[in-house]
């Protein structure tokens, strides 16, 4: 499956696109950039926001125990279009058990065809015989995944050459959802006017299986939480750095990501592998220097110390004793906005709204369509476990920031399908197709803790 999703680094010209702080409740305790965004892209008020993200985390935790439990009869989770949770059930010996459960904890049902995990089966068939096509034919297939709600396995292909994709008769469970990939490129080639050499990456990450939700489904009465609002706490002193600033490389600059600890005790940012343009350099003294600011010539705070692994696109920075102290903080921030305290650690689920920030578009916010979904790009390779964020504007220099749900830490910033704002302008609004919206791949970030044991990220 060969895509062209964007990778979302870039080189220091490009001219930044500025989150537009609102007016805000301050009641919500999220910055106003970021309420801005929630109420611009969502259509909700923060206190709205919080609390489907939080029906969104219950939703993982339980249906990780209904998945174990009746793995015949469980055919996927996720919030409807309203933030309805609901649980797909397919029919097995253990449907009946399965459901009594699932409306004893106050989820609705909706009765499915296949279960969870004929459909990972029949994903893996998709993939076989994908790459098993001249590249000619598969390099238009830009990922694979499974949709819960359908119930099925949706290819996204390019519209012209999509439609002469003959599937075979055994493949006969697979939807073709048609767009553009005009606008992806890969990193090399991200916004210019400075003489630049192209960084060589080295990645390509990890599993597959999910797409966005189509739903006809009533809500019913929902198991959640209260919302949970952000602390005040210690807020960051005037020279911390905080996720969703920028660093510089050399010649091309990402976002910050998380602050963590890793299995040493050091202080260290997870920010995205392929940022790294010597990654099998990292943590030895030929390490990738990483500096302040967007522009070449800032002060030095760290240095590449992992190796990102094949299969997951992130890396962590270490930084230099001179400058842990701007690094022991849990916070997020868009361009010059306020900070966002992390207060926890979450799990993608379809439906479940997300808000990304970094150093060229600021915060963006969108909803999850797909889980572990398998992408194929150029400088990346094949990369499974990702998840997409549909209706999400993510530019080169976004790279490596950080992605939440609530105030959970969700992930980090991989590709998108946009390289300007103008074309993600161009795609949004309602006459566009879900696969030409614009929409963000994202490694998540329990995919990353389990990549590097020991790394713990810095919360509340």
């Known amino acids: 499956m060969i895509g062209t999703a964007a990778l979302l680094l870039t080189v220091p010209s490009v001219a930044l696109t500025l989150a537009q702080p609102a007016p805000a409740a301050p009641a919500s305790g999220l910055p106003e950039d970021l309420v801005a965004a929630i109420q611009r892209d969502l259509g909700l008020s923060p206190a709205q926001y919080l609390d489907r993200a939080e029906t969104g985390q219950n939703l993982v935790r339980f249906a990780d125990s209904i998945r174990g439990t009746f793995p015949g009869s469980f055919a996927g989770a996720w919030l409807d279009t309203d933030g309805t949770p609901v649980v797909g059930l397919s029919d097995g010996p253990d449907k009946a058990a399965a459901r009594t459960a699932v409306e004893a904890a106050g989820y609705q049902v909706k009765d499915q065809q296949r279960s969870e995990r004929t459909l990972l089966d029949q994903l893996g068939q998709v993939g076989d015989w994908i790459r098993s096509r001249p590249v000619e034919l598969s390099g238009h297939v830009a990922s694979a995944s499974i949709d819960p709600v359908a119930n099925d396995i949706a290819l996204s292909t390019d519209a012209a050459q999509g439609q002469g994709l003959q599937l075979p008769d055994f493949l006969g469970f697979v939807r073709l959802v048609l767009g553009s990939l005009g606008s992806a490129q890969p990193p090399t080639t991200q916004p210019p006017v400075t003489t630049t050499k192209p960084p060589v990456t080295t990645t390509k990450p990890p599993v597959t299986t999910t797409k966005p939700p189509v739903t006809t489904t009533k809500p019913p009465v929902t198991t959640t939480k209260p919302p949970v609002t952000t602390t005040t706490g210690q807020p960051p002193a005037a020279d911390a750095m905080l996720g969703g600033d920028g660093y510089n490389f050399g010649e091309h600059y990402c976002s910050l990501g998380f602050n963590a600890t890793d299995g040493s005790g050091n202080i260290v940012n997870i920010t995205a592998g392929h940022c790294d343009p010597n990654s099998q350099n990292a943590g030895g003294p030929d390490a990738t220097v990483t ?29 230099d004793d001179d400058a842990i102290q701007r690094f022991e903080n849990n916070f997020v921030r868009g361009p010059g906005g306020k900070p966002l305290a992390i207060t926890g650690i979450a799990d ?69 399908n946009n390289r300007t704002q103008a074309e993600c302008d161009a795609t949004s609004g309602p006459d566009i197709g879900d696969f030409d919206h614009p929409h963000e791949y994202v490694t998540p970030l329990k995919m990353i803790l389990a990549a590097d044991p020991g790394l713990q990220v810095l919360t509340n």
């Open 348 to 416: 993608p689920v379809v439906g479940a709204p997300v808000c990304k920030t970094g150093v060229t578009t600021g915060y963006n916010c969108g909803v999850i369509s797909a889980v572990n979904e398998t992408l194929n790009n150029e400088a990346l390779g094949i990369t499974k476990g990702l998840f997409l964020a549909n209706n999400i504007c993510a530019l080169p220099g976004d790279s490596g920031g950080p992605v939440i749900t609530g105030t959970r830490a969700l992930g980090i910033s991989t590709a998108s």
């Open 291 to 319: 500096t302040e600011g967007i522009s070449a010539g800032g002060p030095r705070f760290g240095a590449f110390d992992f190796p990102h692994p094949d299969g997951v696109d992130f890396s962590t920075i270490k930084i």
